[in-house]
């Protein structure tokens, strides 16, 4: 029997993934087959942290002519209500899940202590990193690679709506060029959107490797956990 590659690993999930075909808000079919897929990883015996992003809701630079720091603020409450509909599909499948926020809101979630974060880990129970780092200014790819060095997460899996990184947009490019394999100063100088150049640089310095895949594909993660090839593999030069 194969042995998956990670012990433990931080999924980052865009909010445009939650609301599947719709574009805007929550599916529930869709959420509900991100849950099969993450308690199929769990089972075996994967420790698993989530970091939802908000983008089907609100992003900090949809709010044009508003003050910055509020805009990012009602970003980051999006991402809580993302965090909470993942909570409850996972906890559907029997799945015993902790909403972790960085801004604090005792009635329906744990503030974010990492030190707790890593106990639940290690009994198994999933934990959804929400509002961001609690700061304007950073995105939630930040925030996956702050958590990620914090509970030293084995690698980022990063779910995507296309299957790799290409050169180009593949959806308005038949020419894109898909790439198998990148290295951080890769995705730099090329500027390609993987994550932001924050993200990107702090995972460089913690050498935190990153899997960009699609979750489109039924078992998906599954298979980037016994290291079967598919998306892009981000990683050191070393």
Same mark, same amino acid.
């Given at each position: ?65 508003? /003050?910055? +720091?509020? %805009? ?8 809580? =209500?993302?965090? *909470? &509909? ?54 939630? /790819?930040? +925030?996956? %690679? ?8 084995? =690698?980022?899996? *990063? &779910? ?79």
């Amino acid at each position: 029997m194969n042995t998956p590659l990670y012990k433990r690993v931080l999924l980052k999930l865009s909010g445009e993934a939650l609301a599947g075909k719709k574009g805007f808000g929550l599916d529930t079919e869709t959420i509900n087959k991100i849950a099969q897929q993450i308690k199929s990883v769990t089972e075996e015996g994967v420790q698993v942290a989530i970091v939802v992003g908000g983008g089907n809701f609100w992003r900090g630079r949809s709010g044009e002519g508003m /003050d910055r +720091t509020t %805009a990012d603020y009602m970003g980051m409450m999006a991402t809580v =209500i993302n965090g *909470l &509909a993942l909570q409850d599909a996972l906890e559907n499948t029997d799945i015993v899940t902790r909403v972790q926020t960085a801004i604090e809101m005792r009635q329906i979630a744990e503030p974010y202590i990492r030190r707790r974060a890593v106990r639940h880990l290690e009994k198994n129970r999933v934990v959804i990193f929400a509002a961001g780092t609690g700061n304007p200014y950073f995105s939630t /790819d930040t +925030t996956a %690679a702050l958590r990620a060095a914090e509970i030293e997460a084995d =690698i980022i899996l *990063l &779910a995507k709506k296309v299957d790799a990184v290409y050169d180009k947009d593949p959806h308005v490019n038949n020419d894109a060029i898909k790439f198998e394999e990148l290295t951080y100063l890769d995705v730099l100088k090329l500027e390609l959107k993987v994550m932001d150049s924050t993200a990107t640089s702090l995972c460089m310095d913690n050498k935190i490797p990153i899997k960009v895949f699609s979750l489109d594909e039924p078992e998906n993660i599954l298979k980037v956990i016994y290291g079967e090839k598919i998306g892009t593999y981000i990683h050191s030069d070393t």
